[in-house]
């Protein structure tokens, strides 16, 4: 199974910009890039995915590295509602996704 | 957008009964679901997939005898815990994947089940 690496966690004040990053060196060919969101107590929420384009939607963009080795989310303006446990997942169609540890960001009001 | 039911949304049973959690796909067909538990502080654990009208494919290490998966419509797939005990207690979710050409890669989850076993 392909493996992700986020950090354990990161903070954000309130109305900034947030980063998140992940590392995904072993990813093949064929395996998009999915972001998943997690508040305490619930099933997650799709962010965003992408296959080697960068993608933007309501919630939030997706910059792909050239090489796809890493890939970086970005939430253009955080909100206290953004709190939430980011993972980043790799799967290919019709594949399973294995959930790595994920970062918990906190923003700050 | 795609939505996806649990039921319920929590549960207390006693050791050694049975339990059953429901996962419906309420605004799209679904020919395969996925189950995932989550202990506290923990990250997804893959349980199993669920295939419509096939027998479910489980993870290394999930036994099958103790987790009943039936997926009889599209859009319906059923967990049973069976012979619960309190090492099971969890939080469990279920997510479906849009057969679409354009959300083919996208699962949608439920809210969870939290199952206490006393």
């Known amino acids: 199974d392909a493996k992700t690496t986020q950090p354990n966690s990161m903070e954000s004040n309130e109305e900034e910009p947030v980063h998140l990053p992940c590392n995904h060196s072993t990813i093949s060919g064929t395996d998009y890039i999915h972001w998943y969101r997690q508040l305490p107590s619930q099933g997650p929420e799709y962010v965003i995915h992408g296959l080697t384009s960068n993608v933007n939607n309501r919630m939030a963009s997706l910059a792909i590295a050239e090489d796809r080795k890493s890939s970086t989310l970005i939430l253009h303006r955080a909100t206290l509602r953004d709190a939430a446990v980011y993972y980043c997942i790799l799967g290919g169609t019709g594949n399973q996704f294995y959930f790595g540890t994920g970062t918990s960001l906190t923003v700050i009001p | 957008g795609a939505v996806v039911s649990q039921h319920p949304s929590w549960v207390i049973c006693k050791s050694g009964t049975s339990v059953k959690i429901e996962c419906r796909s309420l605004?799209?067909?679904?020919?395969?679901m996925f189950w995932y538990r989550q202990f506290p502080k923990q990250s997804l654990m893959l349980m199993a997939t669920s295939n419509e009208g096939s027998k479910a494919t489980y993870e290394q290490g999930v036994e099958k005898d103790k987790f009943l998966i039936n997926h009889a419509s599209l859009t319906l797939s059923t967990l049973t815990v069976t012979s619960a005990h309190p090492e099971d207690s969890s939080f469990y979710i279920c997510?479906?994947?849009?057969?679409?050409?354009?959300?083919?890669?996208?699962?949608?989850f439920g809210a969870g089940t939290r199952l206490s076993v006393l």
């Open positions: 997510s479906a994947r849009n057969e679409r050409k354009w959300a083919k890669n996208i699962q949608y």
């Open positions: 605004d799209f067909q679904a020919t395969t």
